[in-house]
T-cell receptor, first 111, second 113 residues
């Protein structure tokens, strides 16, 4: 399967804590992207990291990419109730430019 | 700039019927992709169109088809509906191939009875 794995499937943390989500993949990629989805809505793009980059920041988000291990992580610092959502990693495939999503991590921020 | 617009937002069909979903991309975007989202399988790639041509296709049966018009608007059709086709169908646009970021619509939620 091209989907790869996201870990964990679900995560509950206290407001103010940091949340880390991981993504692994199997085939060569051009870029890796992270998206957020609030319940049953469309996805919103968060950040894109290219295959020749190792780390990227955007506000409270930090993304790392390790192409040798075929893995990426998304760190959300100082979590807020509004961060409660599902988070998906998406691989921009090298071979055919498809963007393939994983099954996501459901993040719940506890007040 | 208006976002990606999908219609209808909700629909109910019965087994054996067919359905057509519509997607209007962001103005100027020429690439439209379709995904099926179900609780068990996550987001599954259906197909992508660019300049009225199908660029990529996922692993779905021939009952799932799509097309793109000269104004970049896209439609997808599912014929002979099955219960398992119940899902949220998401459309996303981007400027073109290799431009990375996808912009998603709110989706069309299809229920098959």
């Amino acid at each position: 399967s091209q989907q790869g794995e996201e870990d964990p499937q679900a995560l509950s943390i206290q407001e103010g804590e940091n949340a880390t989500m991981n993504c692994s993949y199997k085939t060569s990629i051009n870029n890796l992207q992270w998206y957020r989805q609030n319940s049953g809505r469309g996805l919103v793009h968060l950040i894109l990291i290219r295959s020749n980059e190792r780390e990227k920041h955007s506000g409270r988000l930090r993304v790392t990419l390790d192409t040798s291990k075929k893995s990426s992580s998304l760190l959300i610092t100082a979590s807020r109730a509004a961060d409660t959502a599902s988070y998906f990693c998406a691989r921009g495939m090298n071979r055919d430019d498809k963007i393939i999503f994983g099954k996501g991590t459901r993040l719940h921020i506890l007040p | 700039k208006a976002g990606v617009t999908q219609t209808p937002r909700y629909l109910i069909k019965t087994r054996g019927q067919q359905v057509t979903l519509s997607c209007s991309p962001i103005s100027g975007h020429r690439s439209v992709s379709w995904y099926q989202q179900t609780p068990g399988q996550g987001l599954q790639f259906l197909f992508e169109y660019f300049s009225e041509t199908q660029r990529n296709k996922g692993n779905f049966p021939g009952r799932f088809s799509g097309r793109q018009f000269s104004n970049s608007r896209s439609e997808m059709n599912v014929s002979t509906l099955e219960l398992g086709d119940s899902a949220l169908y998401l459309c996303a646009s981007r400027g073109g191939p290799n431009t990375g970021e996808l912009f998603f619509g709110e989706g069309s939620r299809l229920t098959v009875l």
